[in-house]
DNA sequence: TAATATAATTAGATTACCCTAATTTAATTT
DNA sequence: AAATTAAATTAGGGTAATCTAATTATATTA
């Protein structure tokens, strides 16, 4: 089996390669560690070793197949567990990223698949992220940020971007819901805030980098 | 917080202490740690100076209060999991101990109290075993080992002794119930094997052995 | 009680993961 | 292209938890 710390490395890499392109530094990976870089030079050595990264000196890492295996292993078990938590023991959305944290490395195949059937094969988790199933595969999502739409365009809330429980009380406090529909109906030039109508006609007003943090789909 | 290997040794003085008497021996300890005797030596230093037990050179180790405290911890997280695996993820009861050991390490005494609630605030495991309370009380448990009965001596089946996957299956197999009535038949002087009737008046006959790992209550 | 056997400790190493300081490599600017 | 800045690596160390081999302390038995 892999170390705790080993799967959380094969986390960051992964994220950081949806979000920034193939290859990854090592001081991008330090920095989301929350470790120096010459930790970070250390570990991926060990790692290589083990066949989980390609790594080439000075040149940035990349997930061999097999650690992109276990890293949306770790992802699914993280997500299935934000379910359990926020359906189950009902915990709020915003409360539940730390303990998925430590329950994603429960080492036990068998359990996720258990614990995805008793929860009904959710499709997502609380913050609208998809789990990956069984085989390791992750349904691309063709959700749209709100800031790309155009005044009069709608859609339904089915994501965000933002994981922080700061942004998602913001959320909780000013009305935004998980499914709910929300439509734009005006773009303010000078400073680009976004008034927004969601459910039950309720208008409110949000910056840009609100906007730029949810995702609606069609 | 303490690393996993800490609350393990913890949790195993804590058990040595039940079974065995007040002080645990370095030797005792390393043979339940499946590590040697050295290792102990150096682990008792490290958890005496963080004050989690009380160690004198070549005298033994005691819990401390603190020390008890974590230990209880441990055990109430344990048993708690292992109902949530029996009860909602249809796990048997011979198959949840690993994974016990491993989710009874998550570090959260709210999400503890919220499986609790969840559970329906269970008093037993899935084996008959007391769960300590919030405030780390765990219940004396008055039941009494099968062989300790005389003839057309009776109770209710609420634990075993040996947790073994195998002695479970027998158990299973043979068609003991925890919650079941048992009533001895007969006892053979000559082999001390039990003839006992189970419910649904059955009939069956065990070894001393498995009649010393049966608790029953009153 | 002296001799022996058992248990526990010390000494010295190893591995995983992390650190700081110094150096090298790569990228950017002049 | 040379000089400067930024990123990454090497060198050398530290701690937690383990090991083996050697030594000391305790318990048992003759």
Same sequence: chains 1, 2.
């Avoid at 530094?25 to 083990?50: F, I, N, Y």
């Avoid at 959700?143 to 922080?164: C, M, P, R, W, Y």
Wanted: glycine share 6%.
């Amino acid at each position: 089996m892999h170390s705790f710390t080993e799967e959380n490395y094969l986390k960051a890499i992964y994220k950081l390669q949806e979000t920034n392109g193939e290859v990854v530094a090592t001081s991008a990976l330090a920095q989301v560690m929350g470790v120096h870089a010459p930790s970070v030079t250390d570990m991926l050595k060990r790692m290589a070793g083990k066949k989980l990264v390609t790594y080439q000196k000075s040149k940035g890492v990349k997930l061999t197949e097999r650690g992109r295996q276990v890293a949306v292993g770790i992802i699914r078990n993280h997500r299935l567990w934000e379910v359990f938590l926020v359906d189950k023991l009902d915990y709020k959305w915003d409360e539940v990223h730390d303990l998925a944290e430590q329950l994603e490395h429960i080492h036990s195949e068998d359990l996720t698949n258990k614990l995805d059937k008793f929860l009904g094969f959710p499709k997502a988790d609380p913050h609208g992220d998809p789990i990956p199933d069984s085989n390791g595969v992750l349904p691309k999502s063709k959700a749209v940020l709100l800031s790309t739409l155009k005044i009069n365009e709608q859609g339904t809330f089915t994501g965000v971007t933002d994981h922080t429980a700061a942004f998602l009380n913001y959320l909780d406090k000013t009305g935004f819901s998980l499914g709910d529909p929300i439509k734009v109906k005006g773009i303010e030039e000078y400073d680009q805030t976004y008034t927004l109508q969601l459910k039950g006609k309720k208008e409110v007003v949000v910056s840009f980098k609100v906007a730029n943090s949810l995702l609606l789909s069609y």
